[in-house]
């Protein structure tokens, strides 16, 4: 998706634009309607910078059918300098920090003397943010950015729902429901064991899918071969970024051979409303020949009679028994992907393999 942005400022730059461009509205025709968007503060220069509170900035959508605004779900995550969304944060708009936003909450195009009633959003730059898919033929919607220290969020839909764990202690075991799925969190490694996709009837949860996330590494120290898993894995600690559109989660992990302690992961996991974004790292050091490395999904029974699909293989039916298939996988720049469907629902995996030296 293609995004790009125009700048709108007060009644008398209006008068520059006055023969340039229309004053009608162009209508929507963007269909993303599972896809965030995600701009950096830098793209809003005049914003940017540390002087701008987040807590002023609102987006919104036009509907030129009823010639009204309606305030959509935002968020503003901010992020350091080392590129953490958990350091220390000022309240204010950098150019490190991360608008986010879903591309199906996009609007019409607003005519340029068309603003939401808010004077003190006049005061200020307004931006138009728009949004075009090259692959449908260059389909558009829109968004606008406004400043106001008087408008307010509340009503504003939240699509995401954090449910922290009922005994503290078990700080590891939460769960977050986006539109689509919930996903819960095993006590002892942080690392999820729990998948649900909800009926698209009624909202409800169905069955709980996952059986397993199965991890599998091999070492070779010297003469002797290490196997670590899922169950070597220990949370020393979670930390949670929560808002309507996005929940960032990022669990501190221990990897622990008998006594000792191997070395530690960090596994960083976004929530989206209808998907989930996974990445992490395990250091290895140079002396330590890695041999495999295998993160799968295990279904639960549940989920037998589902179909399995990737670009080499499919239908290939889900039935516990071992199956003879491609297994030819592809490394960056190249996208692999794979999807399970049935009469549950579908889940499909977009996998990037990045092999360094």
């Given at each position: 998706?293609?995004?790009?942005?125009?700048?709108?400022?007060?009644?008398?730059?209006?008068?520059?634009?006055?023969?340039?461009?229309?004053?009608?509205?162009?209508?929507?025709?963007?269909?993303?309607?599972?896809?965030?968007?995600?701009?950096?503060?830098?793209?809003?220069?005049?914003?940017?910078g540390d002087h701008v509170p987040v807590?002023?900035?609102?987006?919104?959508?036009?509907?030129?059918?009823?010639?009204?605004?309606?305030?959509?779900?935002?968020?503003?995550?901010?992020?350091?300098?080392?590129?953490?969304?958990?350091?220390?944060?000022?309240?204010?708009?950098?150019?490190?920090?991360?608008i986010v936003f879903m591309a199906s909450d996009a609007g019409d195009r607003a005519p340029f003397?068309?603003?939401?009633?808010?004077?003190?959003?006049?005061?200020?730059?307004?931006?138009?943010?728009?949004?075009?898919?090259?692959?449908?033929?260059?389909?558009?919607?829109?968004?606008?950015?406004?400043?106001?220290?008087?408008?307010?969020?509340?009503?504003?839909?939240?699509?995401?729902?954090?449910?922290?764990?009922?005994?503290?202690?078990?700080?590891?075991?939460?769960?977050?429901?986006?539109?689509?799925?919930?996903?819960?969190?095993?006590?002892?490694?942080?690392?999820?064991?729990?998948?649900?996709?909800?009926d698209a009837t009624n909202g409800t949860i169905t069955h709980d899918l996952m059986d397993l996330l199965k991890v599998r590494i091999q070492t070779k120290f010297f003469l002797f071969t290490i196997d670590i898993t899922e169950s070597n894995f220990h949370a020393l600690n979670v930390k949670v970024k929560a808002g309507p559109v996005r929940i960032i989660r990022e669990v501190a992990d221990e990897v622990r051979l008998e006594t000792s302690v191997f070395d530690t992961a960090q596994v960083l996991i976004k929530f989206y409303p209808h998907s989930i974004i996974l990445s992490g790292n395990l250091r290895f050091t140079a002396g330590l020949g890695l041999q495999l490395v295998r993160v799968s999904l295990d279904l639960d029974t549940t989920a037998t009679g589902m179909a399995f699909y990737n670009p080499n293989n499919g239908p290939v039916t889900v039935d516990a028994q071992q199956d003879t298939i491609d297994k030819t996988i592809l490394v960056h720049p190249q996208l692999n992907w794979d999807m399970v469907t049935g009469d549950l629902g579908s889940i499909i995996k977009i996998i990037r393999i990045n092999l360094d030296s």
């Open positions: 998706m293609h995004v790009t942005i125009f700048r709108w400022i007060g009644a008398l730059a209006l008068c520059v634009f006055f023969l340039s461009r229309p004053g009608q509205a162009q209508i929507a025709d963007l269909q993303r309607p599972y896809e965030p968007v995600i701009i950096n503060g830098s793209a809003f220069p005049e914003l940017s807590n002023e900035l609102f987006l919104f959508a036009y509907d030129a059918a009823t010639q009204s605004w309606r305030q959509v779900p935002m968020q503003i995550d901010e992020v350091d300098s080392t590129g953490s969304f958990f350091g220390a944060s000022d309240g204010l708009l950098d150019d490190n920090d991360q003397n068309d603003w939401i009633d808010d004077a003190d959003a006049r005061l200020y730059t307004r931006f138009e943010i728009g949004l075009s898919d090259p692959l449908s033929g260059g389909a558009q919607a829109y968004l606008y950015l406004y400043r106001s220290a008087t408008l307010t969020r509340d009503g504003v839909t939240s699509y995401m729902q954090y449910i922290p764990p009922a005994d503290t202690t078990q700080f590891a075991a939460d769960t977050i429901k986006g539109l689509s799925y919930a996903e819960g969190h095993n006590v002892a490694t942080g690392l999820p064991d729990y998948l649900s996709i909800f």
